[in-house]
């Protein structure tokens, strides 16, 4: 073998380095697959059902007659479940990425989690004050509106995804407005505006991502074959 067929053996061609160079962005962009709908649908259906139980059974003239521990406990553990998916989802995601990009996406992951963790505890120690029965559930609602808009809007800034920053805004502009209209009214905001937008805006990312997944002939071309 000749010094010059060896050189050509050891140093990619340019074709070469493209192919590796996609092959690479696309592990990273598998890594990276996070999927905005699956987590809008998931926060959707918590809020619906959430927010719309705490509307049935709060208020002067209930629906559901259970107690406010009751109604609380299961509005949270609607929260906690959506929060758990969204961590998993986002840790599964990372699997495949290593520094900053990894260590980034875990810490924000973990901050859904944390943040209610460290939200129950900060509002559970206020029935310590002995606070009217309303403002503690308003306490409860307005403060995981404030908590998961501002979430959202740090992963859009983390992400730079204007459709995540955008739901932070919606979520905190109709979480300040809601609160305007009292108890229970607010929970019928936060579910059918917060919840239900949650929804739509799921359903039409997940219909956009499927439509983007399609394969396009102009994808099919191998590197360094002429376009």
Same mark, same amino acid.
């Given at each position: 073998m000749t010094e010059e067929q060896t050189s050509e053996n050891s140093t990619p061609s340019p074709a070469e380095m493209l192919a590796i160079t996609e092959q690479q962005?696309?592990?990273?962009e598998r890594a990276l697959d996070v999927s905005p709908g699956l987590l809008f649908g998931v926060w959707g259906a918590a809020w619906c059902l959430g927010f719309g139980e705490l509307y049935l059974t709060?208020?002067?003239d209930p629906v559901l007659a259970v107690s406010l521990w009751y109604a609380l406990g299961i509005f949270f553990g609607c929260l906690g479940v959506a929060g758990v998916i969204t961590v998993w989802h986002l840790a599964s995601s990372l699997r495949g990425l290593r520094g900053p990009s990894q260590k980034s996406g875990a810490m924000h992951g973990w901050s859904w989690m944390l943040g209610f963790v460290a939200l129950g505890a900060m509002i559970a120690a206020t029935s310590r004050l002995g606070i009217p029965e309303d403002v503690y559930a308003m306490l409860w609602t307005s403060g995981s509106g404030l908590l998961v808009g501002v979430l959202y809007l740090s992963g859009g800034a983390l992400t730079g995804s204007w459709t995540q920053y955008g739901v932070g805004l919606?979520?905190?502009?109709i979480n300040a407005a809601g609160a305007f209209t009292g108890i229970?009214?607010?929970?019928? /905001?936060?579910? $059918?505006?917060?919840?239900? %937008?949650?929804?739509?805006?799921?359903? /039409?990312?997940? $219909?956009?991502?499927?439509? %983007?997944?399609r394969p396009s002939p102009s994808h099919e071309r191998l590197p360094g074959e002429p376009e």
């Open positions: 962005q696309q592990r990273a709060i208020g002067d919606w979520i905190l502009a229970p009214n607010h929970y019928l /905001v936060m579910s $059918l505006a917060g919840g239900g %937008g949650f929804l739509v805006a799921g359903t /039409v990312l997940t $219909l956009r991502d499927r439509a %983007g997944a």
